[in-house]
C-alpha cells in the first residue's frame, strides 16, 4: 500500500482514493467484518473552525437536537435506527447518553441553526460521540445524509418537504381540488382560497345523492354511490 499523500499532492480526492485502496486491503485480509476509519486532522480547516466550541449554532442545547433528531427519524430510516441504537443502549447497557456536536458551515459564532431556523449556513453536521470534538484527530462513520433546498429568507419565499407514504388502508380515494386565482393579475389572497373551500363544500353537498331522496334505491345502490349530506 502506497504511504498517504502529503504536501501538495494532499487533495481531497488523492486523500480520499488512498482511503478507499487502504479499506480494500484491510477488507481483503479481514474481510468486511472489519471497517478502516481514517482519523481526519482538521485543526486550521473550515471543517475544524465549524467543529469548535465558540463557533456552536444558537439553539442547539442536547434537548433540542435529541428533538430534531426523533423529528427526522420520521422520514429518514437510517436516523431513526441510530436513533434507536441510542436509546437501545442507554435502556439496556446503561450506557451515556450521546454529547451532539452541531457544526455548520460557513462557520460563525451564535448564528442560528439551519435545521431549525432561518441561517446564512449552507452545509450543516450532526455528531453523536462520547465526549467533546477534538478538530485535530476525528474519526467515525457517516449514517446519513441528504441535501435540501432552503429558501432565500425573503417574505414570499416558501419551502416544502415531500416524501413517500403509504396510503391508509381504511380510507376512501383521496381527492384533489385545483384551484386558480379568480384574477391573474392580482394574484392570490388568503379569502380567495375560503371561498373556494367553501363553495367546494357546498357543491359537494348539492351535487350529491342523499339516501333521504332515494329511498326505494338506497338497497340496490353500492354504499359509494351516494353520500349523506349530513357527513360532509
Keep these: 500500500l502506497p504511504a498517504p499523500p502529503a504536501g501538495d499532492a494532499r487533495t481531497p480526492p488523492a486523500a480520499l482514493a488512498w482511503v478507499a485502496a487502504a479499506t480494500a486491503a484491510v477488507r481483503a485480509v479481514a474481510g468486511d467484518g472489519l471497517v478502516l476509519l481514517p482519523v481526519l486532522r482538521l485543526a486550521g480547516t473550515e471543517a475544524g473552525r465549524a467543529l469548535s466550541p465558540e463557533h456552536r449554532p444558537a439553539g442547539t442545547d442536547p434537548d433540542a ?67 467533546p470534538v477534538d478538530p485535530g484527530g476525528v474519526r467515525g462513520f457517516v449514517c446519513d445524509q441528504w441535501t435540501e433546498v432552503l429558501p432565500d429568507g425573503g417574505p414570499d419565499e416558501v419551502a416544502a418537504l415531500a416524501v413517500h407514504h403509504d396510503r391508509p388502508d381504511a380510507r376512501a380515494p383521496h381527492a384533489l381540488l385545483l384551484a386558480v386565482p379568480p384574477d391573474k393579475g392580482r394574484g392570490w389572497r388568503m379569502e380567495d382560497l375560503h371561498a373556494i373551500v367553501d363553495d367546494t363544500f357546498e357543491l359537494a353537498r348539492l351535487r350529491a345523492l342523499d339516501l333521504a331522496d332515494l329511498p326505494d334505491l338506497g338497497g340496490v345502490l353500492p354504499p359509494d354511490a351516494f353520500i349523506a349530506g349530513s357527513d360532509l
Design 65 to 131: 437536537v435529541a428533538d430534531a433528531v426523533r423529528d427526522l427519524g420520521r422520514v429518514r430510516p437510517a436516523v431513526r435506527a441510530l436513533d434507536d441504537a441510542l436509546l437501545g443502549a442507554e435502556v439496556l447497557a446503561g450506557t451515556a447518553p450521546p454529547a451532539w456536536t452541531v457544526a455548520q458551515a460557513p462557520a460563525a459564532a451564535g448564528t442560528p441553526w439551519v435545521a431549525v431556523a432561518a441561517s446564512p449556513a449552507r452545509s450543516c453536521a450532526l455528531l453523536a460521540t462520547d465526549g
